[in-house]
């Protein structure tokens, strides 16, 4: 069977996207609110996740999609909606604070798929370039829209006490939401109703769910676990607005236990590919995380300078960032501090960010290593091996190997580039280096450069791997860490 997730991702194709999500969000390019002082945000998939640590300026980027579209007459949103300015913030944002909101068009008779931008800026004191958006629904539903009956005030609790707070109608819920509570919270419903209750000579109704699980007895929201009732009223809303809406949904994995929140994110999968529905939404969930497309993964990095979104980010590398480093995205093994430091500088060349969420491991020998790989995947942690070049490769087992056909010490001896290098700035006498290691094993190489220069092994070893990366091809070099990467869930 099809993953679900690269059919829902195969719909936002350039040739695909307009006619599944019409004017589809693809791009927002934030400049001077709160912590954004530069975000270009690259839009890749039907739904997108926003992670990353607290202060991230995760809610803001949904706040400002949300007044990317007209809207309805009934409800539209607008930047003033969301980022308040006052006594206690007079300034979330620079007097020339703006988003470019960029939109799929319709595809060209000539074969291309063109974007429209639009920007809505700061002009004196309020906000100009909403006339020219394109109309959307859109459906917020920020972390506040759902507040348990628990937590309600005095007066809503009396009003539900009271005798004369009678049923006036009542409608089965969609057999669709009934469905799929059911199965993200493991659980299964006969029915579900939505009640309609009023007081006598009162003139608004109050909406109420209640619902009934597989052999008990039927009850209210008011009497729903937080996460239960929640989830009926978010699944209810995303199903009760038109297709090709934008649903932007703060943290929806509150008050949900883990695997409900890996089914939550299975749910939203279907539902965008069944409705035809673009949605946004921030978490700090590795289950919803898993869940969804890689191109859906958005991971904000708060920088000196602003925030860097990191597009298609891996689940464990997202959640070992958002931990502080503690629980590795993945354990690299090596065969020694050799290929332990040809690995580090290829990814420190590439992707430090990646680099300080992995962990490289000297293991040892083809035995040492292969038994290290079985007790991690035993215990499920990702894990890979890149073993020297003159060794063999099995992709299926995740053993990878480094450059070229040798011995990694013979490969950096024989590179030209690491052989300038090291004449032109440390000054090394190759001949003399050349000749004592004729009669060596490779292995003693560095030991034998580590005299002849004032660095030690360490040191002399990180310098050595970056100037032979220089002389390794980049295709070569990225293929690899892909390699890495896709050993990641």
Sequence with gaps: MADPRHALQSTFD????????????????????????????????????????????????????????????????????FILAGNLDAKPFRDDASVEFSYADPPASGGAYPERK???SRSGSSWAGYDRQPRRQVLYLGSGFYLPHSERDSRYKELFADSNFLLRSRTLIDA??????????????????QNEMRKKYARRNTQLVSARRQGGVAYSEANMGAGEARLYALVTSIESIPEKSLVLIEEPETALHPCAQFEFGKYLVEAAMRRKLQIILTTHS???????????????????TGVLPI???????????????????????????VGEAIVTQLLRKHDADFLRTARIVVAGDKNQIRQMMEVFDD??????????????????????????????EKEIFASPTFRKQFDQQHGVDWNAVDVINKDRGHHGWFDVLETHTAYKRPELLALAAKAYLEGVSEAERLSLIGRIKASIP
Excluded at 176 to 193: G, N, R
Excluded at 286 to 304: G, H, I, T
Excluded at 388 to 405: N, Y
Aim: with cysteine; hydrophobic share 40%; charged share 20%.
């Design 118 to 120: 639009l920007t809505v």
């Design 176 to 193: 669709q939401v009934l469905t799929w509570v059911s199965k993200i919270l493991l659980c299964t419903y006969d029915e579900a109703h």
């Design 379 to 408: 215990q499920k942690i990702p894990i890979c091996a890149v073993r020297d070049a003159d060794c063999g490769v099995d992709e299926g087992m995740k053993v990878f190997k480094l450059f070229g056909k040798e011995a990694p």
């Design 286 to 304: 590795e289950y919803v995380l898993l869940a969804l497309p890689q191109k859906s993964r958005v991971y904000l990095k708060r920088e000196a």
């Design 14 to 81: 350039e040739s695909r996207r307009f006619a599944h999500y019409g004017e589809a969000l693809l791009q927002l390019h934030i400049k001077g609110f709160r912590n954004h002082a530069n975000t270009p945000l690259r839009i890749e998939s039907p739904i997108s996740a926003l992670c990353g640590v607290n202060g991230t300026g995760k809610s803001t980027v949904l706040q400002l999609a949300a007044a990317a579209y007209q809207g309805t007459a009934e409800l539209r949103y607008y930047i003033s909606s």
């Design 311 to 337: 597009n298609g980010i891996g689940v464990r590398q997202a959640v070992s960032m958002m931990d502080g480093l503690a629980i590795p995205a993945i354990y690299i093994l090596v065969e020694d501090d």
